[in-house]
């Protein structure tokens, strides 16, 4: 999932392991993954949905808005209410396994990097490693602007005549955090070294990819407010960033896995 960085925060403790350590850590692991697959991947292809019903909900309390019940369904302030608590639980739910997933899956892939690492770094794996390092530790602040972006658009969409006060002290509220969270993605955007494959002028680094797509909005972007231009401009920067990183790193260790390891793919079914 491009939305997704795997967890490196114990990159200290596997460099003080001994492959004996890290080996039982990497079938341990293998096995929570395959265990918890259906679960894992059923939380990725609910995430979006499940996230921009749950800004939605946002954006109408804010507006003090109702939500039209869907199908034949009498609209109730308790049923609203229901609704939204079911929504925000399935979400809570939804990022504690992604969570899980990312902290397994980073545990176990530091591992299989540090028992390969005489056969198959080069300097480009320990570039893109170092950068999905760096991107983990804006995940926060990635999945925080994906939530404000639909949070502000569905408060566009709710916007009346009668609620242009609570419209425009929200808006001022809702932009100014998603400022700041652009803010810390853009700064480790510029702390990354690899550049990006860029089609078609080439390489670039992620600071400077970034740029061109807020000046370039008007190509791929209808967003009219400068704040989601930026903001989406963000998302875009990081979700490509994460699969070309991920991808530079995958070759290595597929084939470790391979050669080492009898239980092949984590996923069988997926794969």
């Known amino acids: 999932m491009e939305d997704v960085v795997w967890d490196s925060s114990r990159l200290r403790v596997v460099k003080l392991m001994s492959e004996f350590e890290c080996r039982a850590i990497v079938k341990s692991t293998a096995r929570n993954l395959r265990n918890n697959s259906a679960a894992i991947q059923h ?26 019940a869907q199908d ?4 109730t302030d308790d049923y609203s209410l229901r609704r939204r608590e079911v929504v925000q639980q399935s979400l809570v ?12 899956a980073g545990y176990r892939i ?8 005489e056969e198959g770094h080069t300097v480009e794996t320990v570039q893109a490693a170092s950068g999905i390092r760096l991107l983990g530790r804006a995940q926060s602040a990635h999945l925080e602007t994906l939530m404000l972006i639909e949070k502000i658009k569905g408060m566009h969409k709710f916007k009346s005549t009668g609620n242009q006060e609570s419209f425009g002290r929200e808006q001022l509220i809702q932009t ?14 510029k702390k990354i070294d690899a550049p990006l494959q860029v089609k078609p002028t080439g390489d ?29 401009s963000a998302v875009r920067v990081f979700r490509e960033a994460n ?24 996923f069988p079914k997926a794969a």
Not at 43 to 65: G, H, K, N, Q, W
Not at 93 to 104: A, M, Y
């Open 43 to 68: 939380a990725f292809s609910s995430f979006t949905e499940i996230r921009e019903a749950c800004a939605r909900f946002d954006a109408a309390e804010v507006l003090e808005t109702g939500i039209e």
């Open 72 to 75: 034949d369904a009498k609209p």
């Open 93 to 104: 739910e939804i990022q504690d396994r992604i969570e899980q997933f990312r902290r397994d």
């Open 110 to 117: 530091l591992c299989i990097l540090a028992m390969s690492a």
């Open 176 to 189: 100014q955090l998603l400022d700041c969270h652009v803010a810390t993605l853009v700064q480790v955007f």
């Open 204 to 232: 670039q680094s992620l600071g400077d990819y970034y740029v061109f797509l807020v000046d370039s909005h008007g190509e791929w972007s209808d967003s009219k407010l400068p704040e989601l231009r930026a903001a989406e």
């Open 243 to 266: 699969t070309q990183l991920t991808s530079q790193i995958c070759g290595v260790i597929d084939d470790y896995t391979t050669t080492h390891f009898s239980e092949g793919c984590v």
